[in-house]
């Protein structure tokens, strides 16, 4: 797989001296994120460059605000050829593929330059290998930024304040078993249920990034926020095999060379808009709260036994490969 893309890639790049067959094709392009949220930003960046570049012939519909389904509809829409391409976070791929958890790896991950090395790299490679066989494939990966946790119960400042919190998390067992670890009671559901169920109380809180919440709306329902960055979210672009399938060489390369360009700019905005939101946020009158350092250890203490536990189902050598770039050891 590495070695297909690569060669498109090198198509791609020799686009402007071969002439080259783009065919008209329309792609649904589906997300559950609010419009001007960075992944969403970054769905027209992509849609606006594959126009240009194919000529008016690749045109892409993006729907955002979980129009086409929550998550795991529209990735079970990718494969059946319903939607064509999805932005999602790239460790919610556990449930396809196992090694995609090593990125939602509880508070290991505090540097997106980092992570980007990681991702545009032999770790990444190695991940998007990985997901044809599940009939979907990868082309890039772009970002969602750090998660946070919000609450309408009380101030969070330390591990304990967390114990008891009823708290919304993906449809991803180690995200659960993370929370679990935390004190908190970890409560699944769809992104699309979830404003509803924090403006009834049926749960006290949820996690995600500054720019989701503000997208969202949840600050209206959500008082405190507080700035645990817990997980770091990279998101990853997919595109369904049945699709993809049908797409010739020409049409293959461009679509990726125009994904991982993306993914450039859509960093950029991405890490901007972290602050951007969250001085909004404050200016709406929430409380936002940071963690100190030591509070931060207490919680990744936690998790030694859910890391240690993933990590023995993951690839030895992806493991080695991320532990020595963040920096962690399993104990």
Known sequence: MKKLLMALLVLGVTSSVQAQEYRNHTIKFAATGQEGTPPVQGMHIFAEKLRERSGGQLNTRVFANGALGGDVQVLSSLKGGVVEMMVWNAGNM?????????????????????????????VGDH????????????????????????????????????????????????????????????????????????????????????????????????????????????????????????????????????????????????????????????????????????QRQAMLDTQSDVINEYVQTFDPELVDDVFNAVGYSVD
Do not use: C
């Open 127 to 294: 991940l998007l290998e990985q997901l044809p066989a599940h009939n979907v494939v990868g082309l890039a990966f772009w970002e969602q930024g750090f998660r946070l946790l919000t609450n309408n119960a009380h101030e969070v400042e330390t591990l304990e304040d967390i114990e008891g919190l009823k708290i919304r998390v993906q449809q991803n067992p180690l995200l659960v078993d993370m929370w679990r670890a935390l004190g908190a009671n970890a409560t699944p559901m769809p992104v699309t249920e979830l404003y509803t169920a924090l403006e009834t109380g049926a749960v006290d809180g949820q996690e995600t990034t500054a720019p989701f919440i503000l997208g969202s709306k949840y600050y209206e329902v959500q008082q405190y926020i507080t700035l645990t960055r817990h997980n770091y979210n990279p998101q990853i672009v997919l595109i369904g095999k049945p699709f993809w399938d049908r797409l010739n060489e020409d049409e293959q390369a461009l679509i990726i060379d125009v994904a991982r360009e993306t993914a450039i700019e859509q960093r950029e905005i991405s890490r901007r808009a972290q602050t951007e939101a969250l001085d909004e946020i404050r200016a709406a009158g929430n409380v936002v709260t940071d963690v100190s350092e030591e």
């Open 94 to 122: 556990i449930n396809e593929v196992r090694d995609f958890g090593i990125l939602d790896l509880p508070f290991i991950y505090q540097d997106p330059e980092v992570m980007d090395s990681l991702l545009d790299g032999e």
